[in-house]
């Protein structure tokens, strides 16, 4: 009795660990895309073109942020090891313009891109497709913030 009740321990656990992991790469984009996607993706973000957004609402970006960009950012934009880099005092954030941040994480980073140094893919949206490019310009006033 105690055997089997052990097994199905064991094995719900397995399960509920292969669960976890399917959701947190689903989450994180998973996967990586071709060299032609990545020279895209660099180029737009060389060029800082795309759609002009409204400026900022730093209040609804924290919510945003919170509920995307802090799995990875730490809630305070601290970073967590392995996964996200600190936000508080990056140079990266500091000398891009707003709209070039914007159009950042629109498309992400992919963690086979030579100027990503985490290994790590940075979705594009964060990996919350339903953010809008307003939502976006929303997160990048309350990052300003953040910024010491």
Known sequence: MYRSRANRLVRLFFVMCIGSAMLLAAACGGGGGGPNTQRNEQAQRDQGGGTQVAAGNPENGRRLYATTCATCHGQTGEG???????????????????????????????????????????????????????????IVAYMRQLQR
Do not use: H, Y
């Open 80 to 138: 967590i090891a392995g996964l996200g880099k600190d936000l508080t005092n990056s140079a990266f954030v500091r000398d891009r313009t707003d709209q070039q941040l914007v159009e950042f994480l629109k498309v992400g980073r992919r963690a086979n891109d030579p100027e990503n140094s985490t290994g790590i893919d940075m979705p594009p949206r964060g990996g919350n497709p339903s953010l809008t490019d307003q939502d976006l310009a929303d």
